[in-house]
């Protein structure tokens, strides 16, 4: 043992935790009691954790009192204590666990604490409960001994810039036998939780769940367990009511919110488990981690395992809750639980169940499952892309923005189809307002089809696959060939205008494609436009241009040259025509085409600078300057 470990040593908190801290003291939530909600989950998942380690070395547990969470109020010291008898920490760990805070989303957190009115429901999404401790106490002491081990230490705060470890002393290290004890030293305005009550109260609506015993030790009066201690998830649906759930959830996903949906079920036959998950109707800070990691906790036999099994696909990942298995091996492996064949079994049918209640939940409660879409849509639609077997049912489930209104499903859009309307017209950009005004619409917007405005970077994904629902083909307005001349038109002014002079098609893509050289793939006359000159396409056999935009912001490819469509009757594009052939007026009308098509699709020209000169002596010669 070195001097340095026996010593009191002094170490700066990291400057995110600094940071946190300053905000939490400086009181940035109106709601205090998820403190105790905090420390009370950190003292099961101690409790959960000493239960999975001594699987292996049974040593662990010894011969001491059953797990427990103990909680302690004391008036005459103004002190409130919470203690568990779980897997402790020792002093390394002290200053890892509550030194810094090392998960990616610290800094989004402290961000939007900083930009938060209320923030009541941050602290759970980001995973920094014990600095919450931090609103009602001004000073925290911990002492920890890691079981197994004969130290014990003591890491203290009074919240500023940073903490003080050392070793606790033989009083302190006599009270804690093994496990973990939080003695926070109460601000003038946080008394009312000395009261037992008060304790009662907390405890009773966000930890009555919690697997282990919650005793309360007042200062007169026998020790008394304030919470049911009962694995909710294994009780019968009929002793269970709807707040009875929204307890569950909110303890089990460390949430504010009320579920959108509820799914408890027991399955029996080859492989016996019961399931306890919850759509939220909020979303979470890390729906979009790169590592789409899920949130569903592994149990085998009421013994918490991992909540890292990925018991649902990406797709799913923001559901909360639990499955508890019978038979799964308890000391399974993290190898085991990629390759264990019983748990691909589970993770099929949970997955299943969970998609087919969502219809259910579209079909009875339209009203919870369009909470789920608003929040969620982008998530599930990743399934479209992923999940060929669920496919149809994910775009069953799917709510789309259109043409003719918001959150219609496809089933909606076939019953609107017009005759001799064959496929699902769809057109994927970056915004929906953007795409409202795409010159591409006009000719599905002449005979009154209804186009899906799809604007989530996704779309770009899973449109690029060939999809079909109920028979019908999915259609980009924005790739490949488009022909519909056997829709009949519903809007007379377009129709009239076939009666306009049109340029001469070959004579017209020839000059354009001389001016325009290699700047484009080819020029084509177009069916997609009735009043604007030109758009841009791709290629029906390659990526759509959105998809290639998305991928070369992330150096994840090269984009292709697009196909310059023009409208030969605009007067821009016959303008072409008149114009002497080779002459600067050619080149500049042609590129001024190219240009205003890529602005439309929220791209810039090339060389702004000089499609700004080219503007210029457009307009001047047109007004005859």
């Known amino acids: 043992m070195t001097t340095s470990d026996t010593a009191v040593h002094t170490q700066p908190f990291q400057a995110e935790v600094s940071e946190l801290l300053h905000l939490m003291v400086h009181s940035v939530y109106s709601e205090t009691d998820i403190f105790l909600r905090e420390l009370v989950s950190n003292a099961s998942d101690a409790c959960d954790k000493l239960r ?66 209320d923030g009541l429901g941050l ?16 000073k925290i002491v911990v002492i920890s001994r ?37 003695v926070l030293h109460l601000k003038d305005d946080a ?77 029996e036959g080859r492989y016996s488990y019961a399931v306890l998950l919850f759509a939220p109707s909020t979303k979470p800070f890390d729906l979009f981690e790169p590592n789409r990691k899920g949130r569903v906790k592994l149990y085998v036999r009421r013994v918490f395992i991992t909540d890292d099994a990925d018991l649902l696909p990406g797709y799913l990942r923001f559901i909360r809750g639990v499955v508890d298995s019978e038979d799964l091996p308890l000391n399974i492996s993290r190898e085991m639980l990629q390759n264990n064949p019983q748990l691909a079994q589970i993770r099929k049918a949970v997955a299943t169940r969970v998609v087919s209640e969502l219809e259910s939940l579209a079909e009875k409660d339209p009203e919870n499952f369009a909470k789920i879409w608003d929040a969620f849509g982008a998530v599930l639609k990743e399934g479209i892309y992923e999940d060929f077997e669920r496919r149809e049912k994910l775009l069953a489930l799917s709510r789309f923005t259109t043409t003719s209104g918001e959150k219609r499903s496809l089933k909606q859009v076939i019953a609107d189809f017009k005759p001799n309307q064959t496929e699902i017209y769809y057109l994927v950009g970056d915004s929906i307002e953007r795409l409202k005004s795409n010159p591409r619409l006009e000719a599905a917007t002449a005979r009154g089809i209804e186009v899906l405005l799809l604007s989530d970077p996704v779309d770009a994904f899973w449109t690029s696959m060939p999809s079909e629902f109920e028979g019908k083909p999915l259609k980009s307005l924005s790739q490949g060939d488009l022909n519909l001349d056997l829709i009949p038109r519903v809007d007379d002014k377009d129709e009239a205008k076939k009666d306009e002079p049109a340029a001469d098609e070959a004579a017209t893509i020839a000059v354009i494609k001389a001016a325009l050289g290699e700047r484009v793939s080819d020029v084509k006359a177009s069916t997609r436009l009735t009043s604007s000159a030109s758009c841009l396409v791709a290629d029906s056999q390659g990526p759509s241009r959105e998809l290639e935009r998305i991928l070369s912001q992330q150096n994840r490819g090269m984009r292709t040259k697009p196909i310059l469509e023009i409208n030969l009757r605009h007067p821009l594009v016959t303008a072409v025509t008149r114009a002497q052939a080779g002459s600067n007026t050619v080149d500049d009308l042609s590129l001024l085409l190219l240009e205003q098509a890529q602005i439309l699709d929220g791209e810039l020209p090339e060389d702004p600078a000089a499609f700004a000169a080219r503007l210029n002596r457009l307009v001047l010669q047109g007004l005859g300057a």
């Open 123 to 138: 602290i759970g999404q980001f995973g920094v409960g014990f600095y919450s401790a931090f609103m009602v106490a001004e």
């Open 191 to 267: 008394k009312k939780y000395l009261e037992t009550f008060e304790i009662e109260r907390i405890v009773g609506a966000y930890s009555d769940n919690i697997l282990f015993p919650i005793e309360l030790v007042p200062e007169e009066g026998e020790p008394r367990q304030i919470n049911s201690a009962s694995a909710l998830w294994q009780r019968s649906k009929s002793e269970l009511t709807a707040d009875d759930y929204k307890k569950a959830y909110q303890q089990i996903a460390s949430a504010f919110d009320d579920p959108a949906m509820t799914l408890h079920y027991r399955a």
């Open 146 to 182: 890691r079981a197994g081990e004969s130290d014990v230490w003591t890491w203290a705060s009074q919240g500023g810039s940073g903490f003080e470890i050392a070793r606790a002393s033989d009083e302190e290290a006599a009270r804690v036998a093994r496990g973990t004890e939080i």
């Open 52 to 117: 999975y380690e001594a699987i292996a070395t049974p040593s662990l547990l010894g011969e001491g009192d059953a797990l427990k969470i103990r909680i302690i109020p004391n008036k005459t010291a103004n002190t409130l204590t919470i203690a568990d008898n779980g897997i402790g920490m020792e002093r390394q760990e002290l200053i890892d666990h509550l030194g810094t805070i090392a998960r990616s989303g610290t800094k989004a957190f402290v961000s939007k604490l900083k930009e938060a009115k």
